[in-house]
């Protein structure tokens, strides 16, 4: 799908989106160089985190517009002028216009209270013990207006009837009858592929329609559409679709049937027509799951002569020896060492990867998101890592591992970062392990 056709997945309730995402702090090689340094934090952490969004929407900035995936800076050590909340200069040479302020304030409070006891004793309908008492009603905490999700079932009275072929659009045929309400996860056709279990990255695509308008809803089989992709089991997209693969395998279609505390809510979703009452079907096909440590696999091609060589260690970080007496590339090279069979990645689509970076100089390692056992996932040209991975991932195949030989200039520059000295050029080793919406 593209950024502006709305996708039906949501955002789900969950206070984050799983271990793996995009905070600066899990970017190979530490947060990109810059002034200053900052806690970035994803959008769709901050929607959760604060609330700011009803399950579905977009968090809104200052104007009433949808923010896009950019990262939000959260907090920053550049120090602001000191100021009061009030925004006064702090400590200010005498009084100053805030005392003023809070003085006539107090003194008016005072003065109103004095009138409001004198008004309360005066009425004998009302005595002092009845004044002291808070009103309930306002006291109260306020009650949670969300349906809690039903439990899944497996059939119900009145389903549905799919047509169709896994990887190919499904013909969805809506009874006439009213749905029941149930929370239906029906497996139509069960794959062979790995189990999708909690925090599976998990790729599908899917067919939709509103049951009690019997539209379609967009699907990632539309034109220009993009599987989604996801955590499982993590609350990041709307319960129809987060919690009907728990347990599923890859290369299965399922039949979903939401009723609306199990999809928008009693909020609806009014960008794509769907009412706060309206139950939804979803056929779903679980095209990959991904456990956070998994890795590619296939026939390896080593490396040209003049790159650094990479020794395969299975789920634990590669070694690479450099090439002794090695120049310093001004230009990003690339090897593929697994060809993968997958579609190719596009700008902007978001992408998980397992990964090692070392320098290029000495093979020292100074990152891996192996030895954390925890996939990394970003979106391709979106600035959120160096320019060497942007540029040296976008156009390669899902399921492929990519050797890259960073310059400086598309890394971390005459700066560096942590472990990385000023001008050094770097090598990482990129399994691509799946790309989609997300």
């Not at 934090?41 to 579905?56: D, E, R, T, Y």
């Not at 070392?358 to 320019?387: E, N, R, T, Y």
């Amino acid at each position: 799908m593209t950024e502006k056709t709305p996708s039906p997945g949501g955002a789900g309730t969950a206070a984050n989106d799983g271990p793996a995402g995009d905070p600066a702090a899990s970017r190979p090689g530490g947060p990109l160089p810059g002034d200053g340094e900052s806690i970035v934090v994803p959008p769709s952490i901050l929607k959760q985190q604060a609330g700011w969004a009803q399950p579905g929407e977009a968090p809104r900035a200052a104007g009433g517009t949808k923010t896009d995936e950019a990262p939000q800076i959260f907090a920053s050590n550049v120090r602001k002028s000191d100021t009061s909340e009030a925004g006064y200069d702090e400590n200010p040479p005498g009084v100053g216009r805030l005392g003023v302020i809070l003085g006539t304030v107090i003194a008016l409070l005072l003065v109103g209270s004095g009138v409001t006891l004198y008004m309360v004793n005066k009425d004998g309908s009302k005595d002092s013990a009845s004044a002291a008492k808070p009103d309930a009603a306002k006291s109260a905490p306020p009650t949670p207006t969300a349906e809690p999700v039903p439990p899944i079932k497996d059939s119900a009275k009145v389903l549905p009837t799919v047509t169709g072929d896994f990887g190919k659009k499904a013909d969805i045929q809506v009874p006439g009858e009213a749905s029941d309400g149930s929370f239906v996860v029906k497996v139509l056709t069960e794959g062979t592929g790995a189990k999708v279990d909690k925090n599976s990255w998990t790729s599908v695509d899917y067919t939709a329609k509103d049951w009690n308008t019997g539209k379609d809803i967009p699907s990632s089989y539309d034109a220009n559409g993009k599987p989604q992709i996801f955590q499982a089991g993590t609350d990041s997209l709307i319960p129809a679709l987060d919690q009907a693969v728990m347990g599923k395998k890859a290369g299965s279609r399922l039949l979903v049937v939401a009723p609306p505390a199990a999809g928008f809510g009693s909020q609806g979703k009014a960008d794509m027509s769907i009412g706060p009452k309206d139950d939804l079907i979803f056929v779903i096909d679980i095209r990959n799951a991904n456990a956070p440590d998994s890795v590619v696999s296939g026939t390896v091609t080593p490396p040209p002569a003049d790159f650094p060589q990479v020794k395969d260690n299975g789920k634990k970080p590669a070694e690479i020896t450099p090439v002794a007496g090695a120049k310093d590339p001004t230009e990003l090279k690339s090897h593929v060492l697994i060809k993968g069979t997958g579609p190719k990645v596009e700008k902007g689509e978001k992408v998980v990867v397992q990964y090692t970076g070392a320098l290029a100089k000495d093979g020292k390692m100074f990152d891996s998101s192996l030895s954390k056992g925890q996939a990394f996932s970003f979106p391709v040209g979106g600035g959120q890592v160096i320019q060497g991975w942007d540029q040296g991932l976008e156009g390669q195949t899902v399921g492929s591992r990519v050797e890259l030989v960073i310059p400086a200039a598309l890394g971390y520059g005459d700066k560096g970062q942590g472990d990385i000295p000023p001008g050094a050029t770097l090598v990482f080793v990129v399994d691509i392990l799946d790309a989609g919406q997300g």
